[in-house]
């Protein structure tokens, strides 16, 4: 079965950085484009950014531009989210999900917390 499984939260200070990653296994990676999106507390979920499935064209809310990048590695079946320049605002439950056909996501990750300390 399709899994997407995501990994490297944590806590950090504010200004600091984090890299998720988001290993998926069961499916034909290059046939998917892979998704981040966050929930805080309270929140609804919100989209994070989204990188394509045979390119690097990417995505990103205005919340994350020029802090945050995707990229992903076909070889491994992984993307990733490099954040970088953290705030206290990012903090959330990290979520990497994946789309085989533009509308809605087809596979989600448990999720991965990172909390950013002021």
């Known amino acids: 079965q399709v899994q997407l499984v995501e990994s490297g939260g944590g806590l950090v200070q504010a200004g600091g950085s984090l890299r998720l990653s988001c290993a998926a296994s069961?499916?034909?990676?290059?046939?998917?484009?892979m998704g981040w999106f966050r929930q805080a507390p309270g929140k609804e979920r919100e989209f994070v950014g989204r990188i394509r499935r045979t390119s690097d064209l990417t995505y990103y809310a205005d919340s994350v531009k020029g802090r945050f990048t995707i990229s992903r590695d076909s070889g491994k079946n992984t993307v990733y989210l490099q954040m970088n320049d953290l705030k206290p605002e990012d903090t959330a439950v990290y979520y990497c999900?994946?789309?085989?056909?533009?509308?809605?996501?087809?596979?989600w990750g448990q999720g991965t917390q990172v909390t950013v300390s002021s």
């Open positions: 069961g499916l034909t990676f290059s046939g998917y484009a």
């Open positions: 999900a994946a789309q085989k056909y533009a509308g809605e996501y087809d596979y």
